[in-house]
């Protein structure tokens, strides 16, 4: 784990986190993107891919919009891959994709004293705004931006510190690991499903969803 490389890590941590709201918006935030390049970082790139998908099944039942809280899942993927490199997947999974999943919710809070942060920043230039002041909107705007990037700076240090700290999933029962990774992979299904049956409201939209699900079973079934 010494021979890590960190400045690589953090800088990818932080632009997965910034990527969320602030700037780009290229999709890398995503568990399944961060996780691939996170892999590739490491040397590892099926690791990455695993536990980036696992972790997927649950970012696709959360839609960031508005006020509402949701988990950030960028640097805690990051966090997540670092934990579970290099180790049979059997093993790695579970205990990777569940500190993942606690980071990622510990990331909701950030994201909330963000706004505040925002919101503050707007506070203060509200005379200015309402003058016409040439600059005030641009520096509103910076003040976020800049906050969003010590967010995310502080999610990648504590996410991937943590992982370094624990040392991996082979410090753990063989037996437990295992039951890990059954049950996230279990629980990340149900999200989805579950996900799945929120957004489609009417019964109409659910039958067809239970329809696509069964066919998908029996085209796995008759392989």
Do not use: C, K
């Not at 809280?69 to 934990?83: E, L, M, Q, S």
């Not at 180790?87 to 505040?116: D, F, K, T």
């Amino acid at each position: 784990m010494s021979e890590l490389p960190v400045p690589a890590l953090l800088a990818w941590a932080t632009l997965v986190g910034l990527d969320l709201v602030s700037v780009l918006q290229g999709l890398f935030n995503r568990p399944l993107v961060a996780g691939a390049v996170t892999g590739a970082i490491l040397g590892d790139p099926e690791a990455g891919i695993r536990i980036g998908a696992a972790l997927e099944l649950f970012e696709l039942d959360v839609l960031p919009v508005g006020a509402s809280r949701y988990p950030d899942y960028g640097a805690a993927t990051v966090a997540a891959v670092v934990f579970g490199a290099h180790q049979p997947w059997v093993v790695a999974l579970g205990p990777a994709v569940l500190l993942g999943l606690v980071l990622a919710h510990l990331g909701s809070w950030s994201i909330v004293m963000h706004r505040r942060v925002t919101a503050w920043a707007l506070r203060r230039t509200t005379s200015a705004l309402d003058r016409g002041e040439r600059g005030a909107a641009v520096r509103v705007h910076l003040a976020g931006l800049l906050a969003d990037v010590v967010r995310s700076g502080v999610l990648a240090i504590v996410g991937i510190g943590l992982a370094i700290q624990l040392g991996g999933p082979a410090r753990l029962d063989l037996g437990t690991a295992r039951v890990l990774t059954l049950v996230v992979i279990g629980g990340g299904f149900v999200a989805v499903i579950g996900g799945a049956l929120r957004r489609a409201g009417t019964l109409r939209r659910i039958t067809w969803f239970a329809g696509g699900m069964a066919m998908g079973v029996l085209a796995l079934a008759l392989r």
